[in-house]
Every structure is written in structure tokens, then in C-alpha cells.
């Protein structure tokens, strides 16, 4: 059985641990996780408190019931005491009214013989000593019941004592259920604003990325402007293809498909699976392959990448949907997914 703790230090224990608990309205992600790092510890230990009471009120329960039952059997032996004496005291007075009523019907002092009066001595004394032997017993089960009252009394003492106990660890129980309710709210909470901070962090990330992605090609078309300028013989760039708005709906309906080493769906993709499934489904066939794709159509400065066209790095390849954004399956872990392109790429090419 459960070794009942002091109720002192289980209430100051409670007390301590349902301080108030404030969370600043800007901390940053690092100082948010702690927070909810330490309400998941106090959480924790909450559960293991709970626990602990609720094993303190089984065995205040069990003290309860037992006290409960040594009343019910010294109520019931008390009862019998006092049906016992009832008893002998009722078989005293039989007794004693058969030696008045033999006594009375002798006829008198003159009417007896020797042996009559010898015969009436012996009953006398015989009931003499009987009386005597019952008012022992009575006085015997007197005692017994007075013993028997008093272990009543012990056992009611006992009840008062058990329900007192039971009464304050449930108390205490219910204080801590209160407090870890509110510990849980709050760790809810907390999870809530770090799940902001990421996201709002994510979304900073994602406008950096597409910024320097997007100035990156501006970059590339004050370039090419230039280099077109100096040279009158720079090549022609090849017309927008008629297939780039088939290839980037079959690329957006993969969106969140897993990554596969050599997949080509229709469960997963590698890179190169997904541009050629992509541009397949736009009608124009290529390998499987990031360099063998690049290398296969007409090349275009990335200043003048248009959606469809294939943005190629050293082993990576995606699908350019435009503002510096393209369709790719990165790597091992992720999944098909819409992102700023990175780098240095080789540039873009063009199928059609």
C-alpha cells in the first residue's frame, strides 16, 4: 500500500508549482521552445503527482472500508451480546419463579418429612447455584458488549479520520487537475505563437529567396542587354513553347508527392522524372536525365527564362513557372514543391 504523503507538503508543493506563468507577446522562437520545453516538463511532472494522489486516495479508500467494516462486525456482535443477556436474564426469572411456585406448594412446615426437606434444600441450593453461574454470564456478555462499544467507538473514529484524508487529497487532486488544465492551455498556446514565429519566419525566408532569385535575373537581362548591345550578331532566342501550360499543370497536380531516387510517378518523383513526365504530358518526349534534358533543347539566358522552360544546375533540374519560381523535386526527405531557384544555375532551357 501507497505510503500517504503529508498533506502540507503536497498542498506547498501544489501552491509552488501553479505560480503565475506569463509569456512575453515578441519573444523570440528560441525563447518560446524553452517555455514550452519547461510547461512540458511541469506538465510531466503534474501527471506524475495526479498519480501519486490518486494511489493516496486508493488507500485512504481501502482505510475507509475497512473502518466501514470493523463497524458493520461490531454492530452485529454487539447486537448478539445484547440478545444473549436478554436471553439469560429471561431464563433467571423462569427459574426463579419454578423455585418460588415448588416452594409454595410444599403444603407447609408440618407436611414435610425428612427426606422432603432434604430434597427441597438440594433444589434450592442447585438454583442457588445455577443463578449465580448465569448472573456471571451476564455480567460476562455486559463486558463483552461494553469491550465490543468501545471498538465500535475506535472504528468510528477511524471512518472519521479515513473520509477526513480522502476528502483532502481529493482537494489537493483537484487543485493540481486545475492547474495542469491551465499549464496545458497555455503550452497550447505557446505552441500556437512558435508555430507563427516559423511560419512568419518561413515567409521572410521565402521573400529574401525570391527577391534575390528575382534580381538575380534582372541582373542576368542588364547583362544580356548589354552583351546585345556590343554584339549585333547575338543569337535569336526561340518563341515561349505552346506545351509550357500543359507541362506546368501536370507539375502542379504532383505537388506534394515524395521525393524518389529514379521515380517518375505516378507515387513519387526524382527531379528529372518530374520534367520529363511534366513535358511529356505536354507532348514532347526527353530522357531521364537533369544534364542529358538541358543539353537536348535550345538554351536561353535565364534574364528571359519563361514559364516551361527547364532551369538546370549540375545534377538538379526544375520547372520554371515564373517571378523567379519553379516546380522541382529537390532531394531525399522532401517532396515535390514550389521554390525560388538557388544559386548559380547552368541557365534555362527551352522545349518545344
Not at 538575380?216 to 546585345?228: E, G, N, P
Not at 550578331?233 to 515524395?258: C, D, E, M, V
Not at 535550345?298 to 516546380?327: C, E, F, N, R, T
Request: hydrophobic letters at 45%.
Amino acid at each position: 500500500m501507497l505510503r500517504l504523503l503529508p498533506l502540507a507538503l503536497v498542498v506547498a508543493t501544489v501552491g509552488s508549482l501553479l505560480g503565475p506563468a506569463t509569456t512575453a507577446p515578441a519573444a523570440p522562437i528560441d525563447d518560446k521552445q524553452a517555455e514550452a520545453a519547461q510547461l512540458e516538463q511541469q506538465i510531466t511532472d503534474n501527471g506524475r503527482r495526479i498519480d501519486a494522489l490518486n494511489e493516496q486516495i486508493n488507500s485512504a479508500q481501502i482505510a475507509l472500508d475497512n473502518a466501514n467494516d470493523a463497524i458493520a462486525v461490531a454492530d452485529a456482535l454487539v447486537a448478539a451480546a445484547t440478545a444473549k443477556t436478554k436471553d439469560l436474564r429471561q431464563e433467571l426469572a423462569r427459574r426463579a419463579a419454578d423455585v418460588y411456585i415448588q416452594s409454595s406448594s410444599s403444603g407447609g412446615v408440618a407436611e414435610l418429612d425428612a427426606k422432603s426437606a432434604t430434597d427441597l434444600n438440594a433444589r434450592r441450593k442447585y438454583t442457588a447455584l445455577a443463578a449465580q453461574r448465569e448472573k456471571h454470564l451476564v455480567n460476562q456478555l455486559a463486558r463483552a458488549k461494553e469491550d465490543l462499544a468501545a471498538r465500535k467507538a475506535d472504528a468510528d473514529e477511524a471512518r472519521a479520520t479515513a473520509e477526513t484524508k480522502k476528502q483532502e487529497i481529493e482537494s489537493t487532486k483537484a487543485e493540481l487537475v486545475a492547474g495542469d488544465n491551465t499549464q496545458r492551455a497555455l503550452l497550447a498556446q505557446v505552441k500556437g505563437d512558435i508555430a507563427e514565429l516559423v511560419a512568419k519566419a518561413e515567409a521572410e525566408r521565402k521573400a529574401r529567396e525570391e527577391a534575390a532569385a528575382r534580381a538575380r535575373i534582372a541582373a542576368a537581362a542588364a547583362a544580356a542587354t548589354s552583351r546585345a548591345g556590343a554584339d549585333t550578331t547575338a543569337r535569336k532566342i526561340p518563341a515561349p513553347s505552346q506545351g509550357a501550360a500543359g507541362a506546368i499543370a501536370y507539375a502542379q497536380a504532383q505537388l506534394g508527392k515524395p521525393y524518389c531516387y529514379g521515380g517518375a510517378g505516378p507515387d513519387c518523383f526524382d527531379c528529372s522524372g518530374l520534367t520529363m513526365r511534366a513535358w511529356g504530358a505536354a507532348g514532347v518526349a526527353m530522357p531521364h536525365g537533369s544534364t542529358e534534358q538541358y543539353n537536348m533543347f535550345p538554351h536561353v539566358p535565364l534574364s528571359q527564362a519563361q514559364p516551361g522552360d527547364l532551369i538546370a544546375w549540375d545534377g538538379h533540374i526544375g520547372l520554371y513557372i515564373g517571378g523567379g519560381m519553379m516546380i522541382h523535386a529537390p532531394h531525399s526527405g522532401t517532396v515535390v514543391q514550389i521554390a525560388p531557384f538557388y544559386g548559380t544555375p547552368w541557365g534555362a532551357a527551352r522545349p518545344g
